[in-house]
Structure formats: structure tokens, C-alpha cells
Nanobody, 124 residues
Framework: QVQLVESGGGLVQDGGSLRLSCAAS????????MGWFRQAPGKEREFVAA????????HYADSVKGRFTISRDNAKNTVYLQMNSLKPEDTAVYSC?????????????????WGQGTQVTVSS
């Protein structure tokens, strides 16, 4: 069984930065597409970013392009999300996912393992 544990969330001011981490256990993640999603109160979960197993290919939602960077360290079985120039509309619970669908991007994440999430709050 795969376990994903997110960390690094918190409260930050408008324009600030945070770095989220997602540590995986139970399976080596190097062959899998990993992604970050977020869900704000009263809204559906939305895709943020994804990265292929090698780390070479990435995919971002338009709303975060140029501000967020996804990366991974397969030796540490960990995926990261560097978030810069944060805005109040980025406030959400951020969760990571390991895709069981395919190894390419874009990826539907239709069948995935999910973490519990970490809260990110951006104050204006």
C-alpha cells in the first residue's frame, strides 16, 4: 500500500512563497507520474501540476504557470511544489497524487493514490 504524506503548508502573505513536500512510502515512485492538486472551500478539486517519473517532463495548470515549479527527488521518494508569488486565490488544501493510469503527460489521474493534504492560506 502506498502512503503519501504532504508537508510544508502554512499561512503566507500575498506575494510570498512556500515549498510543499510529498513523501511516499510503500512503493518506489520513480516510474510513476506524480501530481499536485488543490481544493478550495466550496470548490471542486483542481489540477495544479504533474511530473513524469524521470523528472524531465512537467505539466501545469494555466493559473500557476510561471509561479509554481514541480520537481522530484526519486532517491528520497519525494515530490516538491515550489510556490512563488502566491495570491489569495491560491488558498486551498494541496494534495499530492501518484497516478496508476499511465506514465505520460497529460495524465488523467483517474486511478491514483492520494495524500491527506496540507493547508495553504494566502492572506491579502
Amino acid at each position: 500500500q502506498v502512503q503519501l504524506v504532504e508537508s510544508g503548508g502554512g499561512l503566507v502573505q500575498d506575494g510570498g512563497s512556500l515549498r510543499l513536500s510529498c513523501a511516499a512510502s510503500g512503493r518506489t515512485i520513480s516510474s510513476y507520474v506524480m501530481g499536485w492538486f488543490r481544493q478550495a472551500p466550496g470548490k471542486e478539486r483542481e489540477f495544479v501540476a504533474a511530473i513524469v517519473g524521470s523528472g524531465i517532463g512537467t505539466h501545469y495548470a494555466d493559473s500557476v504557470k510561471g509561479r509554481f515549479t514541480i520537481s522530484r527527488d526519486n532517491a528520497k521518494n519525494t515530490v516538491y511544489l515550489q510556490m512563488n508569488s502566491l495570491k489569495p486565490e491560491d488558498t486551498a488544501v494541496y494534495s499530492c497524487a501518484l497516478s496508476r493510469v499511465s506514465s505520460s503527460l497529460p495524465n488523467s489521474f483517474a486511478s491514483s493514490y492520494w495524500g491527506q493534504g496540507t493547508q495553504v492560506t494566502v492572506s491579502s
